[in-house]
């Protein structure tokens, strides 16, 4: 099976920096596509940035400019570097990953697996 954990999460102050964590381990293959997500209490889990296994990125508007998106491909692992953070950027952090090629059982899979979260908290 596939498991994403994450680390790196804490509080901060306002302008401060964090950086994000998060392994993928199994019998894997490839990674499609490697993501962060947020969630705030009370609200929905939103899209922060996005990267495929050749680089490319993509990023919500709300975080453009301050947060970076990273990959190692062959440590299956992605970060996210917060820089600029501010109190409306807390929120659980959840780290997804599409794609997953894995083998199994003599079989190989593919499907897609969330982390557990970590908190990040900024205060004013």
């Known amino acids: 099976q596939v498991q994403l954990v994450e680390s790196g999460g804490g509080l901060v102050q306002a302008e401060g920096s964090l950086r994000l964590s998060c392994e993928a381990s199994g019998s894997i293959s490839s990674i499609n596509v490697m993501g962060w997500y947020r969630q705030a209490p009370g609200k929905q889990r939103d899209l922060v940035a996005t990267?495929?296994?050749?680089?490319?990125?993509s990023y919500a508007d709300s975080v453009k400019g301050r947060f970076t998106i990273s990959r190692d491909n062959h440590k299956n692992t992605v970060y996210l570097r917060m820089n600029s953070l501010k109190p409306e950027d807390t929120a659980v952090y959840y780290c997804k990953a599409d794609g997953v090629t894995y083998y199994s059982r003599g079989q190989y899979y593919t499907g897609y697996y969330w982390g557990q979260g970590t908190q990040v908290t900024v205060s004013s």
């Open positions: 990267i495929t296994s050749g680089g490319s990125t």
